[in-house]
């Protein structure tokens, strides 16, 4: 009865101040894009539902402060995640430079069993300003970066067009998944009989 | 410079500059004198120091960090280049200058959204990020850190308020603040007085004559004044000392106050609470923690004295204190109220001492605990948690537990919150602090308590306006609930009253019932009035919790309406007095009536109730203040025998009504629970709050029954998953059946729908 609890993926976001992890947070969990998100203190996180083969997961994504160097929330916030997203701005090449910073003092900070292996993913955000004139980060440059590093994923999203985000977060909840033992999911079969009541219930916040 | 200045008289009966916020805070952080002897004038010379001061370092580091000039380049051009790299070089310095200024101009352009029509004008812009980047340089040792915007803009704000309110009296009072009439303006305040001109354009040479008597009733008239408008006059007046450099409410040097107010904010004034540490990743000096986590743990620490079951329950869900203080304490709170309400808190803030009550040799456990502002810090983090409690309680996982903690809910009752913190300020303080050093402790509390504004003075405990519970009210239920005469007598002195006081806190108050009390200091009679205090509040909580309970009751009945008569059901039940097993219970079959009507989204219902709840704690507190006194007689510990009668009868009542009102639905329930899995699924997940309320709700009722404790205590430790309406109605019986009242009807029907139900659990 007690493994009826659905898994929980733990997703953290990072990067410079002002590239708009906020937004893509929020655009990918509530659908929608706003000016006016304060900077973010310390870390705030949003859950959503989210289907892998017909298994439902609920992703807890924290969205971290830009300035957070990871000595505040300790070292406990960040173990246990399954997944690392490093978000930079095509429009500001330090917010690119700063990458290699962020994962690894992730990885330091985490600690992750296999830091080889552990699953980062790269969003090169904000390609919708200026129609894309204004970026100075080529989408070579940043491949070529993830390419060293182990083959990271890359996305280059508009958290204000929404464009992109739904594919490079349910990228992030299958590497998030892939990053999970396997023997923690157990998932009755009686709850498919439930059907469409099953979308419903589940997002309701509760975890049992 | 003036934080060693005279303390305050505590007769004062309101405090000075009460309608001037800007002003008020500019003392209580230490800037001007807080003596109310001191006089405008003294206050002006400090003012005009400061302003001096800043005009000077503003003159300084901007030439600084401006890249020089063709004519006056550094002779040493291998050093002072664009291209060094060399961080001391004057480019150097200007690059990293125009950094910080984009990092600041990146939070400013997102500062307060919401009161963009202030904050976000050029003017204002300009004004924020001037100071945020002179403090900034002016302490590179700390630097810009996220979050200072949001310190730095509630004082330019309060600051800004005050110039408004000063217009406004102005116009009133056009008359007395008329300083031009005369026609010889002074050489110094002509050159630097141009905002007022500008306000005042439509004089010409003729009002100015006309004007001349003024002078004459000049004099007269300000005498005549109230003696607030006479403050503002005083405070707004160019001709004292100083000129008008020493004008304290002036728009022209906003700015400069508006640092000097940042400074002594993030310096805390030599005191204990210094924002600045906040951002600091530097160790601090008692634990090897960077300050913001030591105060983080402060916090969790105060609240293991205070509520040790909430405590216990978020260290099992692994919520750690720093996931949400982090960002309470970065920006005082800024983000969990509202402007207006965060202004109401820094109040309360500034006007607590900052310098240490502890001897510089004392052992101590937390910094930030030192002094009673710092304390006042952390008393309102465990106020804030307290008012989330049994929405706490409620949730299972890390997850839920600080959602509620990290969206902390709009429009609270700040009255309820801040009378919380401050009766929370003292335990704070002593909490900290080795026995050893208790007793100095105290002495020094006696000046700081007295000093309090809010206390009148002579009175150890503050009453609140919401419920005032006299002081002897649970001593006196405790003695008629034992019936001990020994207890009685002793209860006369001192010592023993704060003994039972104690005791009564204890079990109140969830402390851990093991002999080696944290609390129990030798100097028990000088906490006896913050334990008295404390528990006063308790028990009010106490009160708010059942109201709370009551209250929610309206919620599904208001639900129930549309199926049966379910409105007058609950009415009854409040007119009866009903205990609150029986409320619960309407809230239970209320809901399991919700779980059925609105079957197809049962997602909904939780989300609803989690909102309603809320919303019915702000109600519940309109109740308190009328059936205050009404609930207590009726919830009382010393009615506890026939309370348990009591609470069968209820369930007797509840169950006639589950037959005769809502029988099919309770039918329905179990059917339906066997038919379908989904509302099975949401039926119990929609209970999952009630076992913490059970609890608390059981263990006031009957506090003094340790067994019963223990076990609800570990009841509420289940995974209580399953626990659905059933398990719940069991456990209560379970724990009335030494009452000799026993109904079998009740038992049976009870059973019955809890077996059903227990078996969809399992078979599921």
Same mark, same amino acid.
Request: aromatic share 8%; charged share 25%.
């Given at each position: 009865?007690?493994?009826?609890?659905?898994?929980?993926?733990?997703?953290?976001?990072?990067?410079?101040?002002?590239?708009?992890?906020?937004?893509?947070?929020?655009?990918?969990?509530?659908?929608?894009?706003?000016?006016?998100?304060?900077?973010?203190?310390?870390?705030?996180? %949003?859950?959503?539902?989210?289907?892998?083969?017909?298994?439902?997961?609920?992703?807890?994504?924290?969205?971290?402060?830009?300035?957070?160097?990871?000595?505040?929330?300790?070292?406990?916030?960040?173990?246990?995640?399954?997944?690392?997203? %490093?978000?930079?701005?095509?429009?500001?090449?330090?917010?690119?430079?700063?990458?290699?910073?962020?994962?690894?003092?992730? %990885?330091?900070?985490?600690?992750?069993?296999?830091?080889?292996?552990?699953?980062?993913?790269?969003?090169?955000?904000?390609?919708?300003?200026?129609?894309?004139?204004?970026?100075?980060?080529?989408?070579?440059?940043?491949?070529?970066?993830?390419?060293?590093?182990?083959?990271?994923?890359?996305?280059?999203?508009?958290?204000?067009?929404?464009?992109?985000?739904?594919?490079?977060?349910?990228?992030?909840?299958?590497?998030? %998944?892939?990053?999970?033992?396997?023997?923690?999911?157990?998932?009755?079969?009686?709850?498919?009989?439930?059907?469409?009541?099953?979308?419903?219930?589940?997002?309701?916040?509760?975890?049992? | 410079?003036?934080?060693?200045?005279?303390?305050?008289?505590?007769?004062?009966?309101?405090?000075?500059?009460?309608?001037?916020?800007?002003?008020?805070?500019?003392?209580?952080?230490?800037?001007?004198?807080?003596?109310?002897?001191?006089?405008?004038?003294?206050?002006?010379?400090?003012?005009?120091?400061?302003?001096?001061?800043?005009?000077?370092?503003?003159?300084?580091?901007?030439?600084?960090?401006?890249?020089?000039?063709?004519?006056?380049?550094?002779?040493?051009?291998?050093?002072?280049?664009?291209?060094?790299?060399?961080?001391?070089?004057?480019?150097?310095?200007?690059?990293?200058?125009?950094?910080?200024?984009?990092?600041?101009?990146?939070?400013?352009?997102?500062?307060?959204?919401?009161?963009?029509?202030?904050?976000?004008?050029?003017?204002?812009?300009?004004?924020?990020?001037?100071?945020?980047?002179?403090?900034?340089?002016?302490?590179?040792?700390?630097?810009?850190?996220?979050?200072?915007?949001?310190?730095?803009?509630?004082?330019?704000?309060?600051?800004?308020?005050?110039?408004?309110?000063?217009?406004?009296?102005?116009?009133?009072?056009?008359?007395?603040?008329?300083?031009?009439?005369?026609?010889?303006?002074?050489?110094?305040?002509?050159?630097?007085?141009?905002?007022?001109?500008?306000?005042?354009?439509?004089?010409?040479?003729?009002?100015?004559?006309?004007?001349?008597?003024?002078?004459?009733?000049?004099?007269?008239?300000?005498?005549?004044?109230?003696?607030?408008?006479?403050?503002?006059?005083?405070?707004?007046?160019?001709?004292?000392?100083?000129?008008?450099?020493?004008?304290?409410?002036?728009?022209?040097?906003?700015?400069?106050?508006?640092?000097?107010?940042?400074?002594?904010?993030?310096?805390?004034?030599?005191?204990?609470?210094?924002?600045?540490?906040?951002?600091?990743?530097?160790?601090?000096?008692?634990?090897?923690?960077?300050?913001?986590?030591?105060?983080?743990?402060?916090?969790?620490?105060?609240?293991?004295?205070?509520?040790?079951?909430?405590?216990?329950?978020?260290?099992?869900?692994?919520?750690?204190?720093?996931?949400?203080?982090?960002?309470?304490?970065?920006?005082?709170?800024?983000?969990?109220?509202?402007?207006?309400?965060?202004?109401?808190?820094?109040?309360?803030?500034?006007?607590?001492?900052?310098?240490?009550?502890?001897?510089?040799?004392?052992?101590?456990?937390?910094?930030?605990?030192?002094?009673?502002?710092?304390?006042?810090?952390?008393?309102?983090?465990?106020?804030?948690?307290?008012?989330?409690?049994?929405?706490?309680?409620?949730?299972?996982?890390?997850?839920?537990?600080?959602?509620?903690?990290?969206?902390?809910?709009?429009?609270?009752?700040?009255?309820?919150?801040?009378?919380?913190?401050?009766?929370?300020?003292?335990?704070?303080?002593?909490?900290?602090?080795?026995?050893?050093?208790?007793?100095?402790?105290?002495?020094?509390?006696?000046?700081?308590?007295?000093?309090?504004?809010?206390?009148?003075?002579?009175?150890?405990?503050?009453?609140?306006?919401?419920?005032?519970?006299?002081?002897?009210?649970?001593?006196?239920?405790?003695?008629?609930?034992?019936?001990?005469?020994?207890?009685?007598?002793?209860?006369?002195?001192?010592?023993?009253?704060?003994?039972?006081?104690?005791?009564?806190?204890?079990?109140?108050?969830?402390?851990?019932?093991?002999?080696?009390?944290?609390?129990?200091?030798?100097?028990?009679?000088?906490?006896?009035?913050?334990?008295?205090?404390?528990?006063?509040?308790?028990?009010?909580?106490?009160?708010?919790?059942?109201?709370?309970?009551?209250?929610?009751?309206?919620?599904?009945?208001?639900?129930?309406?549309?199926?049966?008569?379910?409105?007058?059901?609950?009415?009854?039940?409040?007119?009866?007095?009903?205990?609150?097993?029986?409320?619960?219970?309407?809230?239970?079959?209320?809901?399991?009536?919700?779980?059925?009507?609105?079957?197809?989204?049962?997602?909904?219902?939780?989300?609803?109730?989690?909102?309603?709840?809320?919303?019915?704690?702000?109600?519940?507190?309109?109740?308190?203040?009328?059936?205050?006194?009404?609930?207590?007689?009726?919830?009382?510990?010393?009615?506890?025998?026939?309370?348990?009668?009591?609470?069968?009868?209820?369930?007797?009542?509840?169950?006639?009504?589950?037959?005769?009102?809502?029988?099919?639905?309770?039918?329905?329930?179990?059917?339906?629970?066997?038919?379908?899995?989904?509302?099975?699924?949401?039926?119990?997940?929609?209970?999952?709050?009630?076992?913490?309320?059970?609890?608390?709700?059981?263990?006031?009722?009957?506090?003094?029954?340790?067994?019963?404790?223990?076990?609800?205590?570990?009841?509420?430790?289940?995974?209580?998953?399953?626990?659905?309406?059933?398990?719940?109605?069991?456990?209560?019986?379970?724990?009335?059946?030494?009452?000799?009242?026993?109904?079998?009807?009740?038992?049976?029907?009870?059973?019955?729908?809890?077996?059903?139900?227990?078996?969809?659990?399992?078979?599921?």
């Amino acid at each position: 009865m007690a493994s009826r609890r659905r898994m929980l993926l733990k997703v953290i976001i990072l990067g410079d101040s002002g590239v708009g992890k906020t937004s893509l947070m929020n655009q990918y969990v509530n659908k929608k894009f706003s000016n006016q998100y304060k900077a973010t203190i310390g870390a705030d996180f %949003l859950t959503k539902e989210v289907q892998i083969d017909d298994r439902l997961f609920t992703l807890q994504i924290w969205d971290t402060a830009g300035q957070e160097r990871f000595q505040s929330l300790g070292v406990a916030f960040y173990r246990g995640a399954d997944c690392c997203v %490093l978000v930079y701005d095509v429009n500001v090449m330090k917010s690119f430079d700063n990458l290699n910073n962020w994962r690894e003092e992730f %990885l330091l900070q985490a600690s992750p069993s296999d830091p080889e292996n552990f699953p980062f993913i790269v969003l090169g955000n904000k390609i919708d300003i200026d129609g894309g004139n204004s970026r100075v980060v080529s989408e070579k440059k940043a491949k070529a970066w993830c390419a060293s590093k182990g083959n990271i994923p890359y996305f280059e999203t508009s958290a204000k067009e929404g464009l992109n985000v739904e594919a490079a977060f349910q990228c992030i909840a299958m590497n998030a %998944l892939k990053n999970e033992p396997e023997e923690d999911i157990y998932l009755p079969d009686t709850i498919d009989v439930a059907g469409g009541g099953r979308q419903l219930q589940r997002s309701s916040g509760c975890e049992c | 410079m003036s934080s060693a200045s005279v303390p305050e008289a505590s007769s004062t009966p309101q405090k000075r500059f009460s309608n001037l916020r800007g002003v008020r805070w500019r003392v209580d952080l230490g800037i001007l004198p807080s003596s109310p002897s001191a006089s405008i004038d003294d206050l002006r010379r400090v003012t005009a120091d400061t302003r001096r001061r800043y005009a000077t370092l503003r003159r300084r580091l901007l030439m600084d960090h401006h890249p020089p000039k063709d004519g006056d380049a550094s002779p040493d051009l291998t050093v002072d280049n664009p291209l060094s790299q060399n961080p001391d070089s004057t480019w150097g310095r200007f690059f990293s200058y125009a950094e910080l200024g984009r990092m600041v101009d990146q939070d400013l352009s997102r500062l307060y959204p919401e009161h963009s029509g202030y904050f976000h004008t050029p003017t204002c812009q300009a004004m924020l990020r001037r100071i945020l980047l002179l403090w900034c340089l002016q302490h590179p040792e700390h630097g810009y850190r996220q979050g200072m915007h949001e310190l730095l803009a509630p004082l330019v704000y309060v600051l800004h308020v005050d110039l408004d309110h000063l217009i406004q009296v102005q116009k009133l009072h056009e008359d007395c603040f008329n300083d031009e009439f005369d026609g010889i303006i002074l050489p110094e305040s002509d050159m630097i007085s141009n905002y007022r001109s500008r306000r005042i354009r439509n004089w010409d040479s003729g009002i100015e004559i006309e004007n001349n008597p003024y002078k004459v009733s000049n004099g007269l008239s300000v005498g005549e004044l109230d003696p607030h408008t006479r403050e503002i006059f005083l405070l707004s007046d160019s001709y004292g000392a100083e000129g008008e450099l020493g004008v304290i409410l002036s728009e022209r040097f906003m700015e400069h106050d508006a640092y000097c107010m940042l400074d002594y904010l993030m310096d805390g004034a030599q005191g204990v609470l210094a924002m600045a540490s906040f951002f600091s990743p530097v160790v601090g000096s008692s634990t090897n923690l960077p300050p913001v986590i030591e105060a983080s743990s402060a916090l969790y620490h105060l609240l293991s004295i205070v509520d040790h079951s909430l405590h216990a329950h978020l260290v099992e869900l692994g919520v750690e204190p720093q996931y949400f203080a982090l960002r309470w304490l970065r920006v005082l709170y800024g983000r969990e109220f509202c402007l207006d309400d965060l202004l109401v808190i820094w109040d309360e803030l500034f006007s607590s001492k900052n310098s240490s009550c502890i001897d510089s040799d004392a052992e101590y456990n937390f910094k930030v605990l030192c002094s009673p502002r710092g304390s006042f810090v952390a008393a309102l983090a465990v106020s804030m948690l307290l008012y989330l409690r049994s929405s706490l309680l409620a949730t299972e996982t890390a997850t839920t537990c600080l959602q509620r903690l990290l969206n902390f809910p709009q429009k609270p009752d700040m009255k309820k919150l801040i009378e919380k913190a401050k009766s929370l300020q003292m335990l704070a303080l002593e909490s900290n602090i080795t026995s050893s050093s208790s007793q100095r402790l105290s002495d020094k509390n006696k000046l700081n308590v007295s000093r309090g504004y809010s206390l009148p003075s002579g009175s150890a405990m503050p009453k609140t306006s919401v419920s005032v519970i006299p002081d002897s009210y649970w001593e006196e239920k405790w003695r008629v609930l034992h019936e001990d005469e020994e207890l009685r007598k002793q209860s006369n002195s001192e010592s023993s009253s704060s003994g039972i006081m104690k005791k009564i806190l204890t079990r109140k108050l969830s402390l851990s019932r093991t002999k080696s009390e944290p609390l129990e200091g030798k100097n028990a009679q000088s906490q006896s009035s913050v334990r008295r205090r404390l528990f006063d509040d308790s028990s009010k909580d106490i009160v708010a919790e059942i109201d709370h309970v009551k209250s929610e009751c309206y919620v599904p009945a208001f639900v129930l309406d549309n199926l049966n008569s379910g409105k007058s059901f609950t009415e009854k039940s409040v007119d009866q007095r009903t205990s609150d097993c029986m409320v619960e219970e309407t809230l239970l079959s209320g809901n399991s009536s919700m779980v059925l009507s609105p079957a197809t989204s049962p997602h909904d219902i939780g989300n609803d109730h989690g909102y309603e709840s809320e919303k019915s704690s702000v109600t519940s507190n309109s109740f308190l203040g009328d059936n205050d006194e009404e609930t207590l007689s009726t919830e009382d510990p010393c009615s506890q025998n026939h309370q348990d009668e009591e609470t069968i009868n209820m369930e007797e009542h509840c169950t006639q009504n589950l037959d005769n009102q809502l029988a099919q639905d309770v039918e329905a329930v179990s059917s339906v629970v066997i038919d379908t899995v989904p509302e099975q699924v949401a039926a119990p997940k929609d209970r999952k709050s009630f076992p913490g309320k059970f609890q608390w709700i059981w263990r006031f009722g009957r506090g003094c029954d340790e067994g019963n404790q223990k076990s609800l205590a570990g009841y509420s430790k289940k995974d209580s998953c399953n626990i659905s309406t059933c398990d719940a109605i069991y456990n209560s019986n379970g724990v009335n059946k030494r009452t000799e009242v026993g109904d079998k009807k009740v038992m049976d029907t009870l059973r019955s729908l809890g077996q059903s139900m227990l078996e969809n659990v399992q078979f599921l």
